[in-house]
Nanobody, 122 residues
Framework: QMRLVESGGGLAQSGGSLRLSCAVS????????VGWFRQAPGKEREGVSC????????YYPNSVKGRFSIAIDKTNNTVTLQMDSLKPEDTAIYYC???????????????WGQGTQVTVSS
């Protein structure tokens, strides 16, 4: 069964940390760009961290660079997102996602999970 299931969201204070996890089943991660995007009310979807399943190359937009870190575990088919120095503007629903290798990195997706809420209080 093809599934992506996120966990680890919740409430954090500004400056705090959260760690999101994604259990992936039914996919071979080598064939995808693996990442996280977020969606906040009234804002466009934003890819926040991506890693190439084939080569391990990473991408972070300026909004999270130096604060977020993505990791992939192909043995267990899991993807984690470590979020440090959180800001209130990081508040959003975070989705674990896969995009084909031909997709625009961290902007186009083929599969995603149900999402997990992250709320950062000031």
């Amino acid at each position: 069964q093809m599934r992506l299931v996120e966990s680890g969201g919740g409430l954090a204070q500004s400056g705090g940390s959260l760690r999101l996890s994604c259990a992936v089943s039914g996919f071979v991660l080598d064939y995808y760009i693996v990442g996280w995007f977020r969606q906040a009310p009234g804002k466009e979807r934003e890819g926040v961290s991506c890693i190439g399943g084939n080569d391990g190359s990473t991408y972070y937009p300026n909004s999270v660079k130096g604060r977020f870190s993505i990791a992939i575990d192909k043995t267990n088919n899991t993807v984690t997102l470590q979020m440090d120095s959180l800001k209130p503007e990081d508040t959003a629903i975070y989705y674990c996602a896969l995009g084909g290798l031909h997709r625009q990195v961290c902007q186009e997706w083929d599969y995603w999970g149900q999402g997990t809420q992250v709320t950062v209080s000031s």
